[in-house]
Structure formats: structure tokens, C-alpha cells
């Protein structure tokens, strides 16, 4: 009965190494195990134990590298696929699969639990303990790095009976409700499988795995090989985590051909620096692209690269057709110039812009320093707050902080528009009552003329009744004088003549008495006129009051719309504060958990507590 393949476990360091794992005394693993693997079986246990004293770790890898190489000459090839049993892992469906190795979701039948099974090709499995060492040196490049943006090793090893070496990581999913009510356990994504469509979610996703990155470099791993199909996200809390640290430690990969796409990693062949370089062509920085020496610096170009893929949809460099292997074509794009501006290709914010280009500058110098520093300008453009692209742009600040508080600068102008409607109305009334009272004062005035008119004429009208009573006195002396004249004939001419005189005399008293009375009629005439008008211009006045009465109205309700509005703002300002208070409450919860989290490193390290092999 054929034995069931399990696993090699071997102990991985969890610090920074450098890339050939070697002590502080210079002992290396390869060096080591060349050594032991040239002598015979007989004498090889007894020259590890002298070789690698006082270094158990060193011993355990160079012990599973010389068993691995045993298996690789005794051991019998395993198939894998679906419900293939590796050890006590169970394959239930591949995630994916790259250049040397193919990654599966795998069911954990010790601790039933799934987990993600990375298992080198079988190509890659004749070459014995240099695959299995290729397999461990990359996992212990990912297991020094300790972040929340960055796909956690568990172990690493080769399966005993012909198995392939693997790396076992985090499975990155997360469980989700099914549509029956059920939980269901749900895959997440890489972000070049993910739909990612809202600017500021891929800016947030890239800001992350920026993060990520940092906390590599801080434990002195460059990754070396970042692009969408490396970064990966969750499928509910849609985060990013930075998976296969494949380019971390020397690896070989297959060389491009007319069929590898340019968003591959491939090994391309020089005549210098150290030979070859490897990578992916569309989204190496351009000294890398060179052969130059690794360095921070390519990792942030490559971080740049891939928000500016997610931003258009594509890769910043498409192979032209030029040359009959698209990899090769794409890397003499690299190496030639920038890619073409990102907005000739799609519509982006000035600002994003901006901080794209500076994270793909040509020279490393001219790149942000670290990828924090990328991350940080990153969540301050999704904060809208001013960045280290932005400069001393003077209006870019106070359009900043509309953005920043809409709420508040929404309630402050309908305050502000509030009040000046409510002043604009005071004014209008203001003027209004002035035109009043200027119009009442005219109608007095007039009032006043017609008074005095009215006066005159019946001072007139008396005038005439006097001079009309006169008259009738007089014609009564004359009738008098007649009667005299009659009775005397001796006087008649003089009573003749005094009669014709009085007579004309009477009659231009009569003729002044009717002078009188028509110009009494005709003042009384203007002064009924007079009243008329007064009376119209009284009626306007009062039409025109009632008016000015509905505007105070009108300005009373402003008032009491102002005063809701102000109160609705000062609400709005209240909420604004408090959700401020929560912020800082939770701010200083996280912080004291990175204290404990701190404290319980340090105490730790001070145990001086060893891997076990």
C-alpha cells in the first residue's frame, strides 16, 4: 500500500533576512548543504551536527533540504487536482496558477479549516532541493513581514512520498450570506479579476496594499514583482493584501515567448550586470527593466504602475506589435520612456494625477522615498487634504476644506443666504415706510392747500352778501329818492338826475355783487376739487399702508425661517462634533491596543523564545 505523502514542516525565522539566509557569523544554508550532501549517507549526520552547531534552525533546513533531495530519488510522483490528498490537506479548487506554481484552496482535516495551498509545478520538481530551497526562501522572506495588508505565511516544506514542495498561507476569504440564509464561504479576488470601478475605492485599495508594502521593506524584503494579479482583495470587507513574494528570493522563471503576455513574469537574459533580470515587463520601473540593482524605489514605481492599470483599465505599456515576443517589445518601451500620460487615456482628478506621476518618475530620486510615504498622500487626497504634489497652490487649501465640510459650509451659506434675504426685506421696508410717510406728508400739504382754499372762498361768499345787502339798501334809497321826485315836481330834474345816478351806481354794485358771487362759486368749485383729490390720495395712502403691513408679515416669516435654519445648522455643528469625539475615542482605543500588541513583542523577544524545527 502506497504511503500517503505529508508534509516536511521546517521552522521559518519570523525577522528580516537577507536573501541567502545566511547568520551573523556568514554561515549559509546552500553552503551548508552542498557541503553535507557531497559526503557519503554514513558520515553526513555526524558533519551537520559539528558544522551547524549552535545553529538548530540552519540544521533543521539544511536536514529537510538533504530529505528532500532523498525523496526526489526514491519518491514516487503525486497527481494533483481536485480531491487530490496532500498530507493532511485535501485540494478543493485552484485559485490560480503562475510561471512555477499553482495556488489551491485546500481543506485542513487536523484543524477543519480551509486554507490556501501554494504547490510548485512539476516542472519545477526535478530540480529537487533547489526547488524545495527556492520554496523556503520565499517563505521566509513573507513570514518576517507582519501586516494586515500582506497574505500571512503559515508553514512551508515538501510533502514526503513524491509531493510537490509547497507554502501554506492564509486563505483569503471571507464568509458570506448564501441564498438560502446560509453562510457560505466566499474566495476573494486579485485586482486584475476584481471590478473595481469608483476612483476613491481603487485609490483606498492601492493605499492599503501601499502599506503593505512598507511593512515588508521594514522588515527588509523587497517584493520586486508588484502588479494587479499579485495583490489580493477581500471579498466582503474589500481589502488589499499583498501575496507571492516569489521575487523576494532568487528564483528562476521561464523565459518569454511569442504567446507570454507582457503582464508575466518572465526572466530575460543580459550580457551584464548580473546576467539576467526578472519581473513583470508592463509594470517594472525602469532601472529594473536596465538590470540595475534592486532597490525601495522599484517597489514604489511598481505600486504607481499598478494604480495607474486600475485607473485606465489596462496596463501602462501594450506591446505595438514590433517585435514578435510582446514581453520583449514591452520592456523596450520601459526602457525607451514614461508611458503616455494617464489623462490621454481616461479622465482623472488633476491631483491623482499628480501623485501617479511622481510614484513612475523615470529616476528613483524623483519617486516618493517609501511606500508610506505613497500611502500617505494617497489617504490624504481620499480625505481631501493638501498632499505633497499639490504645492503651494493658494485657492487649493480652502477648496480643500469645502470638501472636507460640506455639511457645515452647506449650513453655514443657507445661514448667510438666510440672513441677508432677512436684510434685504428690512431694507425693502425700511424704504417702503419712508416712500409712505413722504406720500401721507404731500397729502397733508395738499389737504392743508384745499382747507385754506375752502376758507377764502366763503370768506368770498360773505364779501358778496355784503356788498348784495349794500345793493338792496341802495336801490331801496333810490326807490325812496323816486318817490320824492314824484312827489315834488319843482325837484324832479335834480331827483331825475340823482335817480339815473344812483341808478348806475346800484347797478355796478349789482354788477360787482355777481363778480363776486361767480368767483366765490369757482373757489368753491376748486376746493371741491381740491377734497377730491385729497380723498383719492387718502385711499392710495391706505391701499399702499396695507401693503406695507403684508410685507411685515413677509419679513416676520424670514425671520422665522432664519431662525430655523440657524438652528438647523447649529445641529449640523453639534453632529459634526461629536462624530469628532467618537474618531478621537476610537483613535485612542487603537492606540492602546498598539501598546499591548507593543508590550507583548517586546516581552517576546526578551524571553528570547526559538522557533521550533
Known amino acids: 500500500m502506497r504511503r500517503r505523502p505529508y508534509p516536511t514542516l521546517v521552522s521559518l525565522p519570523t525577522g528580516p533576512l537577507p536573501d541567502r539566509s545566511a547568520t551573523s557569523s556568514g554561515l549559509y544554508v546552500d553552503e551548508v548543504f552542498a557541503e553535507i550532501a557531497s559526503l557519503p549517507p554514513e558520515e553526513r549526520e555526524e558533519a551537520l551536527a559539528e558544522r551547524c552547531a549552535g545553529y538548530p534552525s540552519i540544521e533543521a533546513e539544511v536536514r529537510a533540504l538533504l530529505h528532500a533531495e532523498d525523496e526526489d530519488t526514491d519518491g514516487e510522483a503525486v497527481a494533483i487536482g481536485r480531491g487530490a490528498v496532500l498530507g493532511r490537506y485535501r485540494l478543493e479548487e485552484p485559485l490560480g496558477a503562475g510561471a512555477t506554481a ?151 522563471f521561464p523565459a518569454p515567448t511569442e504567446s507570454t503576455p507582457p503582464t508575466a513574469t518572465v526572466t530575460v537574459l543580459l550580457e551584464a550586470r548580473d546576467g539576467r533580470i526578472v519581473g513583470t515587463p508592463a509594470f517594472m520601473a525602469p532601472e529594473q527593466a536596465l538590470g540595475h540593482p534592486p532597490t525601495r524605489a522599484v517597489d514604489v514605481y511598481a505600486l504607481g504602475a499598478t494604480l495607474y492599470s486600475l485607473l485606465v483599465g489596462e496596463a501602462p505599456y501594450i506591446a505595438s506589435g514590433k517585435h514578435a ?92 443666504t438666510a440672513l441677508l434675504v432677512f436684510a434685504l426685506a428690512v431694507a425693502w421696508l425700511d424704504l417702503t415706510r419712508r416712500s409712505l410717510e413722504h406720500a401721507i406728508g404731500e397729502e397733508r400739504e395738499r389737504l392743508e392747500l384745499a382747507q385754506s382754499a375752502t376758507t377764502e372762498a366763503e370768506h368770498l361768499r360773505d364779501v358778496a352778501e355784503e356788498e348784495r345787502a349794500s345793493a338792496a339798501a341802495d336801490a331801496a334809497a333810490a326807490r325812496e329818492a323816486r318817490e320824492r321826485a314824484l312827489a315834488g315836481e319843482s325837484q324832479a330834474e335834480a331827483r331825475s338826475r340823482e335817480e339815473i345816478a344812483l341808478r348806475k351806481a346800484a347797478e355796478s354794485a349789482r354788477g360787482a355783487a355777481e363778480a363776486s358771487r361767480d368767483a366765490a362759486e369757482a373757489a368753491a368749485e376748486a376746493s371741491r ?60 482605543d487603537l492606540q492602546a491596543e498598539l501598546a499591548r500588541t507593543r508590550a507583548a513583542l517586546d516581552a517576546a523577544l526578551s524571553a528570547g523564545l526559538e522557533p521550533t524545527p
Open 102 to 252: 499553482s495556488v489551491w484552496k485546500a481543506w485542513d482535516t487536523q484543524l477543519t479549516s480551509y486554507t490556501a495551498l501554494k504547490l510548485l509545478h512539476a516542472d519545477r520538481q526535478a530540480e529537487g532541493a533547489a526547488a524545495l530551497d527556492a520554496v523556503l526562501r520565499e517563505a521566509r522572506a513573507a513570514s518576517g513581514v507582519i501586516s494586515d495588508h500582506v497574505v500571512r505565511i503559515k508553514t512551508a516544506g515538501r510533502f514526503e512520498g513524491g509531493g510537490p514542495a509547497f507554502v501554506e498561507m492564509e486563505l483569503c476569504a471571507e464568509y458570506a450570506p448564501g441564498p438560502d440564509g446560509v453562510e457560505v464561504l466566499e474566495t476573494g479576488r486579485t485586482l486584475a479579476d476584481a471590478e473595481l470601478v469608483e476612483v476613491d475605492e481603487i485609490v483606498r485599495v492601492m493605499a492599503e496594499a501601499a502599506r503593505g508594502v512598507e511593512s515588508a521593506h521594514r522588515a527588509g524584503v523587497l517584493h520586486r514583482d508588484l502588479k494587479p494579479g499579485n495583490i489580493l482583495l477581500t471579498p466582503q470587507s474589500r481589502r488589499a493584501k499583498v501575496t507571492d513574494f516569489g521575487l523576494a528570493a532568487d528564483q528562476v
Open 325 to 416: 515576443i510582446p514581453a520583449l517589445d514591452v520592456l523596450a518601451q520601459v526602457r525607451k520612456g514614461p508611458p503616455p500620460p494617464l489623462r490621454s487615456r481616461t479622465h482623472v482628478p488633476k491631483r491623482l494625477e499628480r501623485i501617479v506621476a511622481k510614484a513612475m518618475a523615470r529616476s528613483p530620486r524623483d519617486r516618493y522615498r517609501t511606500a508610506a510615504d505613497l500611502a500617505r498622500d494617497l489617504e490624504l487626497w481620499r480625505a481631501n487634504h493638501v498632499t505633497s504634489v499639490d504645492g503651494r497652490a493658494p485657492l487649493v487649501r480652502p477648496a480643500l476644506f469645502v470638501l472636507r465640510h460640506r455639511a457645515l459650509v452647506g449650513a453655514t451659506s443657507t445661514l448667510l
Open 529 to 588: 376739487t381740491e377734497r377730491d383729490v385729497a380723498v383719492g390720495e387718502r385711499e392710495r395712502a391706505m391701499a399702499e399702508a396695507r401693503v406695507s403691513r403684508e410685507s411685515a408679515r413677509t419679513a416676520e416669516q424670514a425671520r422665522a425661517e432664519e431662525a430655523t435654519a440657524r438652528r438647523e445648522a447649529e445641529d449640523e455643528l453639534r453632529s459634526v462634533r461629536m462624530d469628532l469625539v467618537e474618531a478621537e475615542g476610537r483613535a485612542a
